[in-house]
């Protein structure tokens, strides 16, 4: 079956700009997830959604970041007033309901300019 | 201390022999562990789950884990090209409901 997808694969943004980020779970998997990965490091956990709930948001860097799923399926990480330091690959990942094991997206590579 | 820690390698195996991985975490009270392989440019990949104490094989792979120790390994026997990869750990720690703690990854080469 289909798995993650993360939409658009590559963003260039110049700084100040807002850009949004969607992601479509695996389908009929109940939680999501947002991670940001640097280059040469392991994905460091943003913020996680069971169904429409954003169940913990404690790994946003700071106010500029948010991020939505309304239906409890797509969702949208929202980035305001973009800066350099927010240039990362931000990847999405999902799993089933009672299953702890997560599956990623191919990402999208954010270069803020 | 970081969370969880990895030694980041390079590994170089030849073809044919048995690669193994090492993690240690801090939060003695973590129950979940992971191994994903992220190919240069790709997304991780899952490749094997451990929730209890010994070990779980799942084909040429197995995942070691001694929770008194805070020690988690990977095994891969029979080691081929194609498992040149970085191999990253990561855990549920505890009061974390779902969010997972990586560590920064071995990166493995396997020689022909």
């Known amino acids: 079956g289909a798995g993650v997808s993360q939409s658009p694969r590559y963003k260039v943004t110049k700084r100040g700009q807002d850009v949004a980020l969607r992601c479509d779970p695996i389908?009929?998997?109940?939680?999501l997830y947002w991670y940001r990965q640097a280059l040469g490091q392991g994905p460091e956990f943003l913020t996680y959604f069971n169904y429409e709930a954003q169940q913990d948001k404690s790994g946003l860097p700071n106010d500029r970041f948010s991020a939505e799923r309304p239906e409890g399926s797509i969702s949208t990480l929202t980035i305001q007033r973009t800066e350099q330091r927010d240039s990362a690959m931000y990847r999405c990942?999902?799993?089933?309901?009672?299953?702890?094991?997560?599956?990623f997206g191919p990402g999208t590579r954010l270069t803020v300019t | 201390q970081k969370e969880v820690e990895q030694n980041s390698g390079p590994l170089s195996v030849p073809e044919g022999a048995i690669a193994s991985l090492n993690c240690t975490y801090s939060d003695r009270g973590s129950q979940s562990f992971f191994w994903y392989r992220q190919y240069s440019g790709k997304s991780p990949e899952l490749i094997m789950s451990i929730y209890s104490n010994g070990d779980k094989e799942d084909g040429r792979f197995t995942a070691q884990l001694n929770k008194a120790s805070q020690y988690v390994s990977l095994l891969i026997r029979d080691s081929q090209p194609s498992d040149s990869a970085t191999y990253l750990c990561a855990v549920i720690l505890s009061g974390s409901a779902r969010q997972l703690t990586f560590g920064s990854g071995t990166q493995l080469t396997v020689l022909p």
């Open positions: 389908s009929g998997h109940v939680s």
């Open positions: 990942a999902s799993s089933p309901g009672g299953g702890l094991e997560q599956y």
